[in-house]
């Protein structure tokens, strides 16, 4: 994979109910991008993103998956996470790094309960989102009632449809492009005429799309009320401001599984969505009180190591945001946290489980680095003579606990250790010893989040 500076990337997490497609939603950007040569299934755990042995076995996300692919000399870094609520930890370390969100609808079942918490979570975050409306070609699928229920859960943002579906349920051809007034039929990033019987209907939508694109820039703005005509290029500028300022939401619609509408949802992921550098500064801890950080090459060495895993062929694996400067392969890093030094061997790119070597990562990219021996999820590391730490996610309060004994003595000594590892690699993971009935307790977020770990 080539170098990426910050502005040509977009870390851009997929949250939802479960069930609503987000793994097959990256499986068909991995496939219409190029970066596969074929289209996983879920059913037949075949993707990318779901690569752990409970997963496939489980036909779910248990866990975040990073995975990177190339679009329009973009590098696009997705976050897909478990739409079941016993992981939301694994959301909110993914909604933490990211710098935009796609929440995923399913066309038939509409908004759920998974989809209200997310939604909230995106707005504790204040992330730009995408809604896309997945699953058209299945029976009963419904468009308008599935953004009718959106649009009741999003009081606060406009939504507005940027593509259109062509057909529905079992007829489903292709999604019409409102910003772009071309057709996508099937498959692939071809473009044709909007078809006749459509005409109206986009006419219709645009207005809305470029009501919105006009409020995104005052100057624009005047100039609508005035009843000038806004020419393609300043609608797109209007519209990416309007997103970027949250006031609007862009609807899309796709069926990730026959891959339609996925070449229209990577163009507006590259043009819409913010880069690092277009986001908010986000505080941090330093020495003299707090310091505003920006996404920039020039500013200060700072990481945050959002989550870690227990590869068996590698060991400890870190997953990281570079938060400013550049980091590099092959280098020495200070973990504030722990006030200890870290050796940076080989950075990596994730694409699932495999593991891209890269030379250097700019500020606002994320990757790995396998083997440190300090550092733990939510650390903060840099430049030792320039200490920044980090906020933590807020984890909800655990809900669930079970007691653990070894099954052999011989287990005794190695519980204690790897019930501490777990915690360490899982936030909402809890563990303490009951005084009262001499046992080990294990909290956790529900009866499948504990078992799951346990099985680790």
């Known amino acids: 994979m080539k170098e990426y500076s910050t502005n040509q990337v977009r870390n851009v997490v997929l949250v939802g109910h479960g069930g609503s497609g987000k793994t097959s939603l990256v499986e068909a950007m991995l496939h219409t ?67 935009a969100a796609i ?33 058209l070609d299945r029976d009963n699928a419904n468009f308008q009632k599935a953004l009718t229920s959106v649009q009741q859960l999003a009081s606060n943002k406009k939504l507005i449809p940027v593509t259109l579906p062509w057909g529905e349920k079992s007829e489903l051809k292709g999604v019409i492009g409102l910003l772009s007034q071309r057709a996508w039929p099937g498959a692939g990033s071809n473009t044709e005429n909007i078809p006749a019987e459509y005409e109206d209907a986009v006419a219709a939508a645009r207005i809305d799309l470029e009501e919105a694109a006009a409020e995104g820039d005052d100057e624009l703005l005047m100039r609508y009320l005035d009843g000038e005509a806004l020419n393609p290029d300043e609608i797109e500028h209007g519209f990416k401001a309007a997103v970027l300022a949250g006031s609007c939401a862009p609807v899309l619609v796709a069926s990730a599984t026959q891959e339609i509408g996925i ?24 020495h003299n009180g707090s310091e505003q950080i920006q996404a920039n090459d020039s500013g200060p060495q700072a990481v945050f190591a959002f989550k870690t895993t227990a590869d068996p062929f590698v060991g400890r694996l870190t997953y990281l945001r570079v938060m400013s400067g550049v980091l590099e392969s092959d280098s020495r890093i200070h973990n504030h946290s722990r006030k200890a030094n870290e050796r940076i061997g080989t950075l990596h790119v994730m694409r699932g489980k495999e593991q891209i070597p890269v030379k250097r990562l700019h500020a606002g990219d994320l990757g790995t680095i ?5 550092t733990v999820t939510g650390d903060s590391l840099g430049d030792k003579a320039n200490e920044l730490r980090f906020p933590t996610a807020q984890f909800p309060e655990k809900l669930f606990a079970v007691a653990v004994r070894p099954r052999t003595q011989a287990d005794s000594a190695k519980m204690g250790p790897t019930l501490s590892r777990l915690c360490e690699e899982d936030p909402t993971l809890g563990h303490h010893n ?23």
């Open 263 to 286: 070449a229209a949802l990577l163009l507006s992921i590259s043009r819409y969505l913010p880069s690092p550098a277009e986001r908010p500064a986000i505080s941090a801890e330093a």
């Open 33 to 99: 991008s190029g970066a596969t040569t074929r289209l996983g299934r879920v059913e037949d755990s075949s993707t990318v993103a779901d690569y752990e042995d409970e997963e496939r076995n489980r036909k779910m996300s248990i866990s975040t998956a990073l995975v990177a692919c190339e679009y329009e000399d973009h590098k696009i870094n997705l976050l897909d996470t478990p739409g079941f609520t016993d992981f939301v930890g694994e959301v909110k370390s993914g909604l933490q790094v990211a710098d």
């Open 370 to 374: 396998p083997k440190l021996v300090e």
């Open 434 to 456: 009951e005084a009262a009935t001499k046992q080990t307790i294990l909290e956790g977020m529900g009866d499948q989040h504990i078992e799951i770990a346990l099985r680790r």
């Open 103 to 135: 929440v995923v609808i399913d066309a038939v079942a509409g908004v759920e309960v998974g989809t209200e918490l997310v939604w909230d979570y995106c707005d504790e975050y204040n992330l730009p989102r995408f809604v896309v409306i997945n699953k």
